[in-house]
């Protein structure tokens, strides 16, 4: 069990730039979710993957944002033409399934200039 | 919808001192409960849970008890030490919200020697 992990952990871009992150879950961990944090508040659900399957997505995620699973394993969040707003930490946790624990990986912290 | 409400920080503390972070959550489904710490520049990490009512999770001297009746899930430890310094974030998942956690916003607890 090597844990989740997230490349990069830090990322800076210009406005108006595409930018995509990857997370690694657990192996075997079916559920990946993907979550936003921003300084001082707590992590915000953005949208979770069962397997390969995108099931459900925050109202946070607006057309620019989109994210992946291919065959069930890692993952991938792209945000298209950043905006200052998006700066924030970027996180990802996967868990076994259903009420399970998830555990989280180190996050990507994205700084749109 | 589901809600996680905190203590606001930072909380002070010296060293050997107790500690309450007081949490207090509304859910539509059946909660099962977490309390995550966050260390500077870390992701987070699971300190402890609670599945039921009246269940007492703890790890590392701390403890919490889910309160149905209160609708509650405070955290405490009975001497603190420098090294728990750290961001603590109470959370919940329910049986109808697919998994997806709701986090509270999260109290900075700053201990000093």
């Known amino acids: 069990d090597t844990g989740v992990s997230q490349d990069p952990r830090h990322k800076i871009t210009k406005r108006g730039q595409n930018v995509t992150f990857r997370c690694d879950p657990i192996s075997e961990h079916n559920r990946l979710y993907w979550y936003r944090q921003t300084l001082g508040q707590g992590p915000e659900f953005l949208t979770y993957f069962q397997n390969e399957a995108q099931l459900e997505k925050s109202r946070l995620l607006s057309d620019r944002f989109s994210a992946e699973r291919p065959k069930g394993s890692f993952s991938t969040l792209e945000i298209q033409r950043t905006e200052q707003g998006d700066s924030a930490m970027y996180l990802c946790?996967?868990?076994?399934?259903?009420?399970?624990?998830?555990?989280f990986g180190p996050g990507t912290r994205l700084l749109v200039l | 919808g589901n809600s996680v409400t905190q203590m606001e920080g930072p909380v002070t503390l010296s060293e050997e001192a107790f500690l309450t972070i007081n949490c207090t959550y509304t859910a539509t489904g059946y909660p099962s409960l977490f309390w995550y710490v966050q260390y500077p520049g870390e992701g987070l990490q699971l300190l402890l849970k609670?599945?039921?009512?009246?269940d007492k999770g703890s790890n590392k001297g701390f403890e919490a008890t889910y309160r149905k009746e209160t609708t509650s899930f405070h955290l405490e430890k009975g001497s603190v030490q420098v090294s728990d310094s750290a961001v603590y974030f109470c959370?919940?998942?329910?049986?109808?919200?697919?998994?997806?956690?709701?986090f509270g916003a999260g109290t900075q607890v700053v201990v000093t020697p």
């Open positions: 946790a996967s868990s076994p399934g259903g009420q399970e624990t998830q555990y």
């Open positions: 959370a919940l998942t329910t049986t109808d919200s697919w998994g997806k956690f709701q």
């Open positions: 609670a599945t039921k009512a009246d």
